[in-house]
């Protein structure tokens, strides 16, 4: 063994230091863009659901009029903007499986079973127009 190999004086781990030092700084995730939005219903059973079902880290619950009241008061711009951003112990939910706009569905799905009239969002123009300016080009 040559004094190359050999750890420096103090450390504890040579393997653990050499792992720090090399880790992964990102991940790359491929999604399919063209694949249908989910539903409202559908997001908060798959990303809401451990925490707005019971309240967890004082998630308003899915259903309680009174919890929800305040927070529909603000609009659901706002609401949406949490949702995305974070609030309290809820982490942000961009960037995440769903879609920015598949977030607002669920918020606009809770808000709706205590009582708001929330519109959900719709699908972002440029996807959405992107057929009709295809068949308006090739006309």
């Given at each position: 063994?040559?004094?190359?190999?050999?750890?420096?004086?103090?450390?504890?781990?040579?393997?653990?230091?050499?792992?720090?030092?090399?880790?992964?700084?990102?991940t790359?995730?491929?999604?399919?863009?063209?694949?249908?939005?989910?539903?409202?219903?559908?997001?908060?059973?798959?990303?809401?659901?451990?925490?707005?079902?019971?309240?967890?880290?004082?998630?308003?619950?899915?259903?309680?009029?009174g919890?929800?009241?305040p927070?529909?008061?603000?609009?659901?711009?706002?609401?949406?903007?949490?949702?995305?951003?974070?609030?309290?112990?809820?982490?942000?939910?961009?960037?995440?499986?769903?879609?920015?706009?598949?977030?607002?569905?669920?918020?606009?799905?809770?808000?709706?079973?205590?009582?708001?009239?929330?519109?959900?969002?719709?699908?972002?123009?440029?996807?959405?127009?992107?057929?009709?300016?295809?068949?308006?080009?090739?006309?």
């Amino acid at each position: 063994m040559t004094s190359a190999n050999q750890p420096s004086a103090g450390a504890v781990d040579a393997e653990k230091a050499v792992a720090q030092r090399i880790q992964k700084v990102g991940t790359v995730a491929i999604r399919d863009a063209n694949r249908p939005l989910k539903s409202g219903e559908e997001v908060y059973k798959a990303q809401c659901v451990a925490c707005h079902a019971t309240g967890k880290a004082g998630a308003p619950k899915f259903g309680d009029a009174g919890a929800w009241a305040p927070r529909i008061k603000t609009g659901f711009e706002a609401l949406w903007q949490s949702a995305l951003k974070g609030k309290g112990a809820m982490g942000a939910q961009a960037g995440g499986d769903f879609e920015d706009v598949e977030i607002g569905k669920a918020v606009a799905y809770m808000t709706t079973a205590v009582g708001g009239k929330f519109a959900e969002p719709a699908a972002p123009a440029a996807a959405a127009s992107a057929p009709e300016a295809a068949a308006t080009a090739a006309k």
